[in-house]
């Protein structure tokens, strides 16, 4: 079993910044990839941002170069920090994390962007 507890999220204007952190606890020896992903009201969730185990990244094209995913191996935490944040990105941000043979997600944490 994987624990993932998330923190960051809130309200803010148009272009400012949060950064979103989700740290990982338990069986997390075997953990493959980590990753944000967002569900907006009435639209499916979306992959935002990934890194490896091996600190490959991938991000979402509505994010790229703004946004960037970075992990703390030390920590077992990852983060996502969100640049020029636009109301666009309004929407509940969850982290997961992949195994080999399951995935986590977290509880969910709410970003609001104010035009």
């Known amino acids: 079993q994987v624990q993932l ?3 960051g999220g809130g309200l803010v204007q148009a272009g400012g910044s949060l950064r979103l952190s989700c ?3 338990g069986s997390i020896f ?3 990839a980590m990753s944000w992903y967002r569900q907006a009201p009435g639209k499916q969730r979306e992959l935002v941002a990934t890194i490896t185990r091996n600190s490959s990244t991938k991000y979402a094209d509505s994010v790229k170069g703004r946004f960037t995913i ?3 191996s030390a ?3 990852v983060y996502l920090q969100m640049n020029s ?3 666009e990105d309004t929407a509940v941000y969850y982290c997961n994390v992949l195994r080999v043979f399951d995935g986590y997600w977290g ?3 709410q970003v609001t962007v104010s035009s």
Do not use: C, H, M, Y
Request: aromatic share 0%.
């Open 30 to 32: 075997s953990i493959t």
């Open 23 to 25: 740290a990982a606890s």
């Open 5 to 7: 507890v998330e923190s």
């Open 75 to 77: 920590k077992n935490t």
């Open 70 to 72: 970075s992990r703390d």
């Open 107 to 109: 509880q969910g944490t």
């Open 85 to 87: 944040l636009k109301p």
